[in-house]
C-alpha cells in the first residue's frame, strides 16, 4: 500500500447534499478497494486559476489516503465518469519519506546550525 493524495474538484452550482454525495462515493469506492482514508480536508468553494467549463470557482476537496494501486486506478475511474458533478481531479503518489514524516507530526527544531566547512 501506498501513500497518495486525490485532490477533486467540483461544480460550485452543486447543493451541499450532491457534494456531499460525491464525496461519499469517492471515499466507499477507496474504501472497498482496501484503501484507507488517513484525511479528508474539505477546502470548500474556491476561485479557479483559469475558467473551467466557464465556471469561475470550484468546490475543492483533498482526500489522503493509503491504497493500493488498484483501488486508486478504481477512483480514478469512478471521478472520471462523475464528470457531471467533477471539474478535474488529481490523483498523486506522495513518495514513502514525505507520506513519513506527515504522519510523524511537526519536524523537530533544529537547535544549531550544521558546519558547512566553509
Partial sequence: MR??????????????????????????????????INRLDPWGLRRL????????????????????????AEVDRVLRLEKDNVLRHKVIRIPEEVAGRRLAGPPEEITSVPNTGE
Fill in 3 to 36: 501513500p497518495y493524495e486525490v485532490m477533486v474538484i467540483l461544480d460550485p452550482d452543486l447543493e451541499d447534499d450532491a457534494i456531499q454525495a460525491t464525496l461519499d462515493k469517492a471515499a466507499k469506492t477507496l474504501t472497498d478497494a482496501g484503501a484507507v
Fill in 49 to 72: 486559476a483559469y475558467e473551467i467549463r466557464h465556471k469561475s470557482s470550484g468546490y475543492y476537496a483533498l482526500f489522503e489516503v493509503t491504497a493500493p494501486p488498484a483501488a486508486v
